[in-house]
């Protein structure tokens, strides 16, 4: 399970962190802002992926399964969003991003152990 | 059959059982919720004093806050149903987890709309992306989700498994959002009645507030037994006993 998430992740995550640099410089960002905001998606965006394929496994074969997905997953994204962006934020003002940091870390460290058993279970019920 | 015995708490999970338990129970709740209410209200708006800071507009508290407490109840309620019937299977837990689901949106949409009237005079917006309003906001939508998902799935039984996984995922939401006026200090006020400390407000307010909170209890488990009882009789409707109640089907 882990592995197929590390995989999507690779596909959509891994190229986010690689491209904002680019996006960066385009907005003029500081480069101090830049390494924030790759740090900051290289630790975010797996959580993505992992909350992702929980939702993923259980709109499985579902009569419009797309809306529903984003409906259930969405939500869960916006606290990741929140302190990601909030992290780029405290940069730039000049503030500690330490506490951001923090939180996207226990975020990761949560999905990482209990998303892979959520999807697995979700693909369980799907399948029976 | 005596009530101190498990026999008796294991049959209530018996629809059959349940049904005429949640039949006769309906109208002494409903009877409740409409007492509780006037004297709720009548102590709200009129035993009440005037804040001194607010004037009147903190009224809506008396509507804010059981609102905000039962969005929260109903959903580990309905979670703990739901975590039941996952390891049980029994088919009368799902049922309740469903029939809550509706009404903990409706109470936690509640809160959301007096909070926003409320943060319009005192904060001077409607919305802000405080961190109490955002967890609440995001329980709001786990209770769609939760709804939309087992709307989605037509065979019963997934529909139960896939919708109990959803609730037990968004779990994790509910002490965020209890605790986020203290991890987090921006523009929502902190607690005013915790368990460990008297409550910071007049006795007649916190009189209020209690009452409001045991009308909408009661509300809630009325509404919760009359969509069960719609439930048990459509997924029971094959069975002798409630053709006994209905008639046969046509």
């Known amino acids: 399970m882990l592995s197929k998430i590390l995989s999507h992740w690779f596909l959509t995550g891994l190229p986010l962190v690689l491209i904002s640099p680019i996006l960066g410089f385009q907005l003029g960002l500081e480069t101090e802002s830049i390494i924030i905001l790759m740090m900051t998606l290289l630790i975010g965006t797996p959580v993505l992926s ?49 506490a951001h940091f923090s939180l996207l870390g226990a975020f990761l460290v949560g999905a990482l152990l209990l998303a892979p058993l959520g999807a697995a279970a979700a693909l369980r019920i799907s399948l029976d | 059959m005596s009530i101190f015995t498990k026999a008796f708490w294991l049959q209530l999970s018996s629809p059959k059982v349940f049904y005429p338990i949640a039949d006769k129970s309906i109208p002494w709740l409903l009877t409740a919720t409409v007492l509780l209410l006037l004297v709720g209200l009548y102590y709200a708006f009129i035993v009440a004093p005037v804040d001194y800071q607010q004037g009147n507009s903190y009224r809506i508290m008396f509507i804010h806050v059981p609102a905000a407490w039962m969005g929260m109840w109903i959903y580990v309620v309905m979670c703990i149903y739901a975590i039941i019937g996952l390891i049980w299977n029994t088919r009368l837990s799902n049922m309740m987890a469903a029939a809550l689901a509706p009404t903990g949106a409706l ?135 409630v053709n006994e109640i209905v008639g046969p089907e046509k």
Not at chain 2, 165 to 189: C, D, E, R
Not at chain 2, 190 to 217: E, H, N, R, V, Y
Request: proline share 3%; hydrophobic share 60%; glycine share 10%.
């Open chain 2, 107 to 241: 109470f936690t949409f509640l809160a959301l709309w007096t909070g926003a009237l409320w943060g319009k005079p005192t904060w001077g917006a409607y919305w802000v992306w405080d961190a109490r309003l955002t967890s609440f906001l995001i329980l709001l939508f786990l209770y769609f989700g939760f709804m939309s998902l087992r709307a989605a799935i037509d065979d019963p039984r997934r529909a139960a498994r896939a919708s109990a996984l959803l609730a037990m995922v968004g779990i994790v939401n509910i002490p965020i959002i209890y605790f986020s006026v203290k991890w987090w200090n921006t523009l929502h006020q902190g607690a005013s009645i915790t368990l460990d400390k008297a409550p910071t407000m007049a006795a007649s307010m916190f009189t209020a507030m209690m009452i409001m909170a045991a009308a909408f209890l009661t509300y809630t488990f009325a509404v919760a037994f009359m969509r069960i009882r719609n439930e048990i009789l459509e997924k029971e409707k094959n069975s002798a006993w």
């Open chain 1, 50 to 98: 992992l909350i992702g394929a929980v939702g993923a496994g259980l709109t499985l074969g579902v009569r419009g399964g797309g809306v529903l997905l984003s409906l259930l997953v969405l939500p869960l994204y916006i606290p990741v969003l929140i302190f990601g962006s909030g992290a780029v934020d405290a940069a730039r003002s000049g503030l500690g991003v330490e």
